[in-house]
């Protein structure tokens, strides 16, 4: 198998919030690389050669070098190649832009996924959930670290727009299939117009899968999902047999915590 | 408590948190690496202060390093931040190479996936199995001893010559570690499962930027009696 001349290569799955972040940081910084579609049913030996801790994608290989967890990846990769930059200079800005990435993956992203995962009242707090949180970064972009900020990087894409943009599409995709409403523009002007803007960049285009793919596989999932919730029927093999397609795909939506899937 | 160490000219570091707590601990190391002084606000347990809940809003968690009047959180995020921001003092924190920042970023993650669900529920702090919470601490011990070779490429720490991030974010635990092992009777740390990181634990804790921070052992057993009157 050739190698892109850069040394790169990306073990990533279609579906995986994470691995678009690294998809689109090595875009911005105009890297080639080869990508590696896993089956995260059937993990490949590499994979688990390459991330025996976690056994997750993304994975990047730089060099026959891996690095695991997608927020080191993208500082990794900023780090190596230091055109176009993605963290800011200053070591305040930084340390904001690092807390803001992990409370992304550690509060809002399991927050989004038991929306997912869960129906009637349960369903409700959990949507609370997600609007507490939204409303923290809401309230940075209006009147705190970002006020006045076109992208949380500034006037360019910068790692929280990566982290928070890839991901933040599933929002409106879970609020067409549980008729929800998660990011409500009333009760969050800055996020859903920066969310608009993000998902406009040409770059972010052509990372994104899309839309009807993103419904569609949301929706099969969702439907597993209720009905393992329901008293087993003739119909219960039927669900269970696709069950372990059920969880790792669902562990793709990167809305769980932690960095890979 | 009032001034650790005088602070520079201009410069007003304050740090919310307790003495126990090893995410506390980090950050006071990577201080005192940097031979920055500064004030320790220390926070009374069962009540979170005013000006721990006004700067950091979103956990309302400890420890919250305030420089210069601006707030900080994050353990490992205020390390890094130390480090960057007193750069030319004192030895680097986090290696100068990408991959080795990698490396030790990914430990450092991993050790607070694994250490704060774990060692907590030994001392009655956190609910949980405890079996779960043994083996979990046992195969984080080893993967770092196994760790351990590859990073410190033949020197003392992690971070080689001198004292590094994963050395910072794993030597922060050794107290309470400690201290776990007397309260149920088993040793994580131990010499012949673990014989480099015994060494190296040692030399971690006798550290100079180590040795009057690492709250002592018999003093955290006493502490966590007040978890076991509840149980």
């Not at chain 1, 590696?36 to 994975?59: H, R």
Request: hydrophobic share 45%; net charge negative; glycine share 8%.
């Amino acid at each position: 198998m050739e190698q892109a001349p850069s040394g790169l290569k990306l073990f990533g799955s279609w579906a995986s919030s994470y691995t678009h972040r690294v998809q689109l940081a090595l875009k911005l910084k105009g890297l080639d690389f080869e990508y590696m579609e896993e089956d995260l049913n059937n993990k490949s030996p590499s994979l688990l050669l390459y991330n025996p801790v976690y056994k997750k994608v993304p994975v990047l290989l730089h060099l026959d070098r891996p690095i695991v967890e997608s927020v080191i990846i993208l500082q990794y990769i900023d780090e190596t190649w230091t055109d176009r930059p993605i963290m800011p200079a200053d070591p305040y800005e930084r340390a904001v832009a690092r807390f803001w990435c992990y409370f992304a993956d550690d509060k809002l992203g399991p927050a989004v996924g038991a929306v997912f995962g869960l129906a009637g009242e349960d369903q409700k707090a959990a949507v609370a959930q997600v609007h507490e949180n939204l409303k923290l970064i809401e309230t940075e972009l209006r009147e705190g670290a970002f006020k006045g900020r076109r992208f949380f990087g500034g006037d360019k894409i910068g790692i929280l727009d990566i982290v928070l943009g890839c991901g933040s599409y599933w929002l409106a995709v879970f609020d067409e299939v549980m008729e929800v409403k998660l990011v409500d523009p009333e009760a969050f002007p800055l996020f859903h117009a920066w969310l608009r803007d993000f998902e406009e960049q040409e770059e972010v285009k052509e990372i994104i899968p899309a839309i009807d793919r993103l419904l569609e596989y949301a929706r099969g999932i969702r439907q597993m999902m209720l009905s393992l919730k329901d008293t087993p029927t003739a119909a219960a093999p039927a669900a269970t047999t696709t069950t372990t397609t059920t969880t790792n795909d669902n562990s793709n939506v990167a809305v769980e915590s932690g960095s890979g899937v | 408590m009032i001034l650790e160490r005088m602070a520079a000219a201009g410069e007003v570091v304050k740090l919310v948190g307790s003495w126990g707590s090893p995410f506390v601990v980090r950050v006071g190391i990577a201080l005192h690496l940097k031979g920055v002084g500064y004030e320790l606000l220390q926070e009374e347990f069962g009540k979170k202060s005013e000006i721990l809940l006004k700067s950091n809003p979103v956990y309302k968690k400890m420890p919250v390093l305030i420089h210069n009047g601006k707030p900080i959180c994050e353990s490992m995020i205020i390390v890094e931040y130390v480090d960057e921001v007193w750069a030319s003092a004192g030895p680097s924190i986090l290696p100068a190479d990408p991959y080795e920042r990698a490396i030790a970023r990914f430990w450092a993650a991993y050790i607070d996936d694994k250490l704060p669900s774990a060692v907590p529920i030994l001392i009655g702090a956190l609910e949980g199995s405890k079996e779960q919470a043994i083996e979990q601490i046992f195969t984080t011990v080893q993967l770092l001893e196994d760790a351990f070779t590859k990073c410190c490429k033949g020197k003392s720490f992690f971070g080689g010559e001198t004292i590094g991030y994963i050395d910072i974010a794993f030597g922060s635990w050794l107290g309470g570690l400690k201290a776990v092992e007397k309260m149920v009777g088993i040793k994580f740390i131990d010499g012949e499962k673990l014989p480099l990181l015994v060494g190296w634990a040692e030399r971690f804790c006798s550290n100079d930027a180590v040795v009057n921070i690492m709250p002592q052992v018999d003093m955290l057993i006493e502490f966590s009696k007040v978890f076991q009157k509840k149980n």
